[in-house]
């Protein structure tokens, strides 16, 4: 069954510097999406993405963030200057188009700022 | 704006026993709604939808979910509970409304702890 991965599993950084997370979406999927899980909290919205572009975006997903798709089949997220609280779970997520489909997410990246 | 409500944090039921985990949404169009589940360290995995038509879905594992409009509900259900259901479980909604370049995005609620003992 096809999936999404994402890379790493886990990051740890110093705050302040730049992360990369990294997701391959499934093949024939035309949307994808940023989410994360503060721990202990409920999975929040960061972006959606659609045709090499933002579709939509959350007040979480300010200057500091940025998303790409840069080859054709990676979908990156960065974050610029990490801070403590930027310390989460991070899920990719993609779907095939229409409204009533699923989204299928990756096992996410644990991003941990120290 | 649209929201999600999981008003138990936990859920524990006996195996074998049905269980329900609940779930209320509120969306200003017609909803598409999800229930998604997480094991420890693992991503969100899908187990059924709600998009049109009959208001009992049923999905992966033995899960159904009833819709109810008036209710604004969409509560999981499973009429015989097995220890390795016990998990983290997810409602989610997204708006029906084409909004030019996507459907929207999806809002979650908190989150259900499901413990099934044995």
Known sequence: ?114 | AQSVAQPEDQVNVAEGNPLTVKCTYSVSGNPYLFWYVQYPNRGLQFLLKYITGDNLVKGSYGFEAEFNKSQTSFHLKKPSALVSDSALYFCAVRDSFWKGTSYGKLTFGQGTILTVHP
């Open chain 1, 1 to 114: 069954e096809p999936e999404v991965t994402q890379t790493p599993s886990h990051q740890v950084t110093q705050m302040g510097q730049e992360v990369i997370l990294r997701c391959v979406p499934i093949s024939n999927h035309l949307y994808f999406y940023w989410y994360r899980q503060i721990l202990g909290q409920k999975v929040e919205f960061l972006v959606s993405f659609y045709n090499n572009e933002i579709s939509e975006k959350s007040e979480i997903f300010d200057d500091q963030f940025s998303v790409e798709r840069p080859d054709g089949s990676n979908f990156t997220l960065k974050i610029r200057s990490t801070k403590l609280e930027d310390s989460a779970m991070y899920f990719c997520a993609s779907t095939q188009g229409t409204g009533g489909t699923e989204a299928f997410f990756g096992q996410g990246t644990r991003l941990t700022v120290v």
